[in-house]
């Protein structure tokens, strides 16, 4: 595909029995169609900057005509890909997303359409209630450690673990058990931690679910008084049956008098 440097994205549909259009749209849709534009053509690598990309509104439904695409490559290979049914699993994440909502949308509703269309009248893709994009979500099992603040712990019939990650996303509820976090979870709450964890991640958006806790793992390097006391309980249960302790070493290190 030739890198054109515009680009025309279009919704059709009907509101009281009148074709949607700039002078007869509601707030909430304008709003809506407007995000998904600028989501679809910043991507999840801010291929384009929004900011920056001229748009003018046109007649025929509603049409936002954006300009100044040209240095935008992912998008464009993005369009060509679009061409095929399942090609939802070869183009950006947050680009597949605002198609999925789309073809979701339209299937609900047959007088809803969209289609992106070139400069030269072209079209690219269009989706309406006959569209079938689809993707296959490629699920993993993981295991990984998770640096964050916790900011919920507990529960009466489930035991999870809430925390937030240092980029500010909400994970979702990590699953442990009741015994696991009344021995180790306390005083944790509103504090920095690093959770082991097993999970599914999604191979495309890296999106986790099904979180399980392995363990509070150790991640200060400076002096902790609640980590150092549990690592001196572990040791006073290791080296209880041990009666001279420098004796005991001297014979380990076969510095024997």
Request: hydrophobic content about 40%; some cysteine.
């Amino acid at each position: 595909m030739n890198s054109i440097d515009q680009l025309r994205f279009a919704i059709s549909d009907r509101i009281n029995d009148g074709e949607i259009s700039p002078s007869h749209i509601t707030l909430m849709l304008l709003g809506e169609f407007q995000k998904d534009v600028s989501d679809f053509l910043k991507g999840s690598n801010r291929d384009v900057d929004p900011s920056k990309v001229l748009v003018s509104i046109e007649e025929g439904s509603l049409a936002f005509v954006a300009t100044g695409l040209l240095a935008a490559s992912t998008l464009w290979a993005d369009l060509e890909h679009l061409k095929l049914a399942d090609s939802l699993n070869s183009i950006d994440s947050k680009r597949a997303i605002v198609v999925e909502r789309w073809q979701s949308l339209a299937q609900k509703n047959p007088h809803r359409r969209y289609s992106v269309v070139n400069q030269l009248s072209q079209i690219l893709f269009k989706v309406d209630s006959t569209s079938n994009f689809c993707k296959e979500d490629s699920w993993v099992q993981v295991e990984k450690y998770l640096h964050g603040i916790v900011f919920d712990i507990g529960g009466n019939t489930k035991a999870n673990v809430h925390i937030k990650l240092e980029n500010g996303e909400k994970l979702p509820p990590i699953a442990s058990t009741h015994d696991y976090l009344e021995k180790y979870g306390q005083d944790r709450l509103y504090r920095p931690a690093l959770l082991h964890v097993t999970a599914e991640e999604n191979l495309l958006t890296k999106e986790l679910r099904n979180l399980s806790l392995l363990a509070f793992a150790s991640h200060q390097p400076s002096y902790d008084d609640y980590e150092f006391n549990i690592m001196v309980e572990r040791g006073s249960k290791a080296w209880s049956e041990v009666i001279n302790s420098s004796a005991w070493l001297d014979d380990l290190r076969g510095s024997r008098a």
